[in-house]
C-alpha cells in the first residue's frame, strides 16, 4: 500500500468530503411491520435531528423500504421543518420556557457560563445540534424520542430574541469612563 505524502495510507484517488450542509443525529430507528395476506411486510421509520450548531435545528420522520432510503427521506423532511433560534453571546437560550406538545412537556432554561448542556435524550440532541453551550433542561410527561424532540423544537420556537440592553448600558459606560477632549 502506498503511503502518501501526509503520511495516510490508500490507493489515492477520491477528493476530500466536503462538509454536509447540516449535521444530523439519529434519535430512533424502528423497523415496522405490515402483516398481509403473505405474510409480513418490513419497513424502516426513521427520527432524525439535524442542525448546523449555528440557531438553526429541526426534526425530521420518515418511512422507507430500506434504513438508508428512510434516513435520507428524514433528513429531507427535517430540513422542511427547520427553525432558527437567535442565542445570547454566551450560546444560551434568552429565557426559560415551559411547552406542551401531546403528553410531551419540555422545560429549558438557560444555564450560567460554563455549566454545560444538562439535558438528556432527545433534548440534549436537538440543543447540541442547535449550538446551545449551557443550558438546563427537564423532560416530562411522554419518553417518546420523537414527541420529546417536537416539543422541545416548539419550545425554542417560542423563544422572544435576546434583548442588548446590556451592550447598550456597556457602551454607555466606557463613554462616561473615557475623558472628554
Known amino acids: 500500500m502506498a503511503t502518501k505524502q501526509d503520511g495516510r495510507k490508500g490507493k489515492g484517488g477520491g477528493a476530500r468530503r466536503e ?12 423497523r415496522v411491520t405490515r402483516v ?13 435531528v ?12 420518515a418511512k422507507g423500504s430500506d434504513v438508508s432510503d428512510s434516513i435520507q ?3 429531507n423532511d427535517a430540513k422542511k421543518n427547520l427553525v432558527t433560534v437567535e442565542l ?7 429565557h426559560a420556557v415551559l411547552t406542551k406538545l ?7 432554561k438557560p444555564g450560567f457560563k460554563g455549566q454545560g448542556v444538562i439535558a438528556g435524550g432527545a433534548v440534549r440532541a436537538v ?20 414527541n420529546v424532540a417536537r416539543a422541545t423544537i416548539k419550545a425554542l420556537g417560542t423563544l422572544k430574541a435576546p434583548k442588548a ?5 456597556q457602551i454607555a459606560t466606557e463613554a462616561e469612563v473615557e475623558p472628554a477632549k
Open 50 to 61: 439535524i442542525g448546523n450548531r449555528k440557531g438553526k435545528v429541526g426534526v425530521g420522520v
Open 19 to 30: 462538509r454536509p450542509e447540516y449535521e444530523q443525529k439519529m434519535l430512533d430507528l424502528s
Open 73 to 75: 427521506k428524514a433528513y
Open 88 to 94: 445570547d453571546e454566551a450560546m444560551t437560550i434568552p
Open 102 to 108: 401531546g403528553s410531551a412537556k419540555v422545560l429549558l
Open 165 to 169: 440592553k446590556k451592550v447598550v448600558a
Open 127 to 146: 440543543v447540541d445540534l442547535l449550538g446551545v453551550k449551557d443550558i438546563v433542561s427537564k423532560s416530562l410527561g411522554a419518553s417518546n424520542p420523537l
Open 36 to 48: 398481509v395476506k403473505g405474510g409480513r411486510r418490513f419497513r424502516f421509520r426513521a427520527t432524525l
